[in-house]
């Protein structure tokens, strides 16, 4: 009886140390990528910061206005950023909680809500609960590039340009530091371009090439391309610093569980020893007798 | 003039250079030291800086351009750095467009 609870404890163990090993190399590959990943943010953010500096000075405000919400049938295109794989915690948890929660609330609204997913886990998740989404795009959170973000708004500004979608919004997680990443939603399109194109021509103090309302319809798709790609690299080094966390405390915990059982382990080796030694007196003794 | 070209991926250029050559809806420029404050919308195509008496072009799929009294910064979507003339950085920009959105209006 206690050799197989010994043997049972013993394969427990096994498996926990080749969990841990497991856990530990994720944990490795994740604080590895988000180096590298938080390098091309700050990049992007050079630039982003740069397009809004020049927004900024056209127009007074660093942000382009966005139209608020009318009442009334609009047609809103939620871009959900996930990952594609999981044990990351509860990144996606978080990020599909705020999708649903828009959802709803544009329902409510009396607004039709379409979805565009990015990552394995939202595709999944909106299948499951039978609404299809519109575009699903997989293989780029990982290590997203500028063509990536294209790939994803090109057609969305096409549909917002023909009329089939009203407004445009992302949900994403924004990396703040290694401990905190917060899910958030943004709206990239519409902006109200005629406004903006006034205030411009009014401000004054630059030569425009060819002329203000163009440079600024030039600018705008460059601004929403820029938006979708600084919540992608958000939500791909937010990816990254969740899953390092989950994974650190998995090992952890594993370590912890190791401790546990080769304490149990060692009891159940000891009583198999005790059992025997009293057999093996019992025996002498009886012999003797 | 200090240059500086950045895109989204990367900063391609910071320095000191002597001319910027680029490509505007209303044709080619050329930009040298003091020249007005503008903004300009950069077409698909070349992208060349002259500086320390040598050219480094780039292919660049459309872009921002500005100039304030001292300072040139372009933005571009996707730029890429080219071993060659401007000709061929026209001829390369323009290939790159094609995977950028620009609105007709």
């Given at each position: 009886?206690?050799?197989?609870?010994?043997?049972?404890i013993?394969?427990?163990i096994k498996?926990?140390k080749?969990?841990?090993?497991?856990?530990?190399a994720?944990?490795?590959?994740?604080s590895s990528?988000?180096?590298?990943?938080?390098?091309?943010?700050?990049?992007s953010n050079n630039?982003?910061?740069?397009?809004?500096?020049?927004v900024e000075?056209?127009?007074?405000?660093g942000?382009?206005?966005?139209?608020p919400?009318?009442?009334?049938?609009?047609?809103?295109?939620?871009?959900v950023?996930t990952?594609d794989?999981?044990?990351?915690?509860?990144?996606?948890?978080?990020?599909?909680k705020?999708?649903?929660?828009?959802k709803?609330?544009?329902?409510?609204?009396?607004?039709?809500?379409?979805?565009v997913t990015?990552?394995?886990k939202?595709?999944?998740?909106?299948k499951?609960?039978?609404?299809?989404?519109?575009q699903?795009?997989?293989?780029?959170?990982?290590e997203?590039?500028?063509?990536?973000?294209?790939?994803?708004?090109t057609?969305?500004?096409?549909e917002?340009?023909?009329?089939?979608?009203?407004?445009i919004?992302?949900?994403?997680t924004?990396?703040?530091?290694?401990?905190?990443?917060t899910?958030?939603?943004?709206?990239v399109?519409?902006?109200?371009?005629?406004?903006?194109a006034?205030?411009?021509?009014s401000?004054?103090?630059y030569?425009?090439?060819p002329?203000a309302?163009?440079?600024?319809?030039n600018?705008?798709?460059?601004?929403?391309?820029?938006?979708?790609?600084?919540?992608?690299?958000?939500?791909s080094?937010?990816?990254?610093?969740s899953?390092?966390?989950a994974?650190?405390?998995?090992?952890?915990?594993?370590?912890?569980?190791i401790?546990?059982l080769?304490r149990?382990?060692n009891?159940?080796r000891q009583?198999?020893?005790?059992?025997?030694?009293?057999?093996?007196?019992?025996?002498a003794?009886?012999?003797?007798? | 003039?200090?240059?500086e070209?950045?895109?989204?991926?990367?900063?391609?250029?910071?320095?000191d250079?002597?001319?910027v050559?680029?490509?505007?809806?209303?044709g080619?420029i050329?930009?040298?030291d003091?020249h007005?404050?503008t903004v300009a919308?950069l077409?698909?195509?070349?992208?060349?800086i002259?500086?320390?008496?040598?050219?480094?072009?780039?292919?660049?799929?459309g872009?921002?351009?500005?100039?304030?009294?001292?300072?040139?910064?372009?933005?571009g979507?996707?730029?890429?750095?080219?071993?060659?003339?401007?000709?061929?950085?026209i001829?390369i920009g323009?290939?790159?467009?094609?995977?950028?959105?620009?609105?007709?209006e």
């Amino acid at each position: 009886m206690a050799s197989a609870e010994l043997r049972i404890i013993n394969r427990r163990i096994k498996s926990v140390k080749s969990t841990k090993k497991i856990t530990r190399a994720m944990e490795l590959i994740a604080s590895s990528r988000i180096v590298k990943a938080q390098q091309r943010l700050t990049s992007s953010n050079n630039y982003t910061n740069l397009l809004s500096q020049i927004v900024e000075e056209l127009t007074g405000s660093g942000n382009m206005p966005t139209s608020p919400i009318v009442e009334g049938t609009k047609k809103i295109t939620l871009v959900v950023i996930t990952s594609d794989r999981g044990l990351a915690g509860a990144y996606n948890t978080n990020i599909l909680k705020l999708a649903e929660i828009r959802k709803a609330e544009y329902e409510q609204a009396k607004n039709s809500v379409e979805i565009v997913t990015v990552g394995k886990k939202a595709n999944g998740y909106f299948k499951y609960r039978n609404i299809e989404p519109k575009q699903n795009y997989e293989g780029i959170t990982d290590e997203p590039n500028f063509e990536n973000a294209l790939e994803i708004m090109t057609p969305l500004v096409q549909e917002f340009y023909e009329g089939k979608t009203n407004q445009i919004e992302i949900v994403y997680t924004e990396y703040q530091s290694a401990m905190t990443q917060t899910a958030l939603y943004k709206t990239v399109l519409p902006f109200e371009v005629e406004q903006i194109a006034k205030e411009i021509e009014s401000v004054g103090g630059y030569t425009f090439e060819p002329s203000a309302s163009q440079v600024l319809s030039n600018i705008i798709p460059k601004y929403t391309n820029a938006t979708i790609f600084s919540a992608l690299l958000n939500a791909s080094t937010s990816e990254h610093a969740s899953r390092m966390r989950a994974m650190k405390a998995a090992t952890e915990n594993a370590e912890e569980l190791i401790k546990i059982l080769s304490r149990q382990s060692n009891q159940a080796r000891q009583a198999e020893i005790t059992t025997e030694i009293s057999e093996i007196v019992g025996g002498a003794e009886a012999l003797a007798g | 003039m200090f240059v500086e070209v950045v895109s989204p991926e990367e900063s391609c250029f910071t320095g000191d250079a002597t001319m910027v050559i680029s490509r505007t809806p209303n044709g080619e420029i050329g930009i040298l030291d003091g020249h007005e404050p503008t903004v300009a919308t950069l077409v698909p195509g070349g992208l060349t800086i002259e500086h320390d008496s040598q050219r480094t072009s780039f292919a660049i799929s459309g872009g921002i351009l500005q100039i304030t009294g001292e300072k040139v910064i372009v933005l571009g979507e996707l730029v890429e750095k080219i071993d060659g003339d401007h000709d061929k950085a026209i001829e390369i920009g323009q290939e790159l467009a094609k995977k950028t959105f620009t609105s007709d209006e």
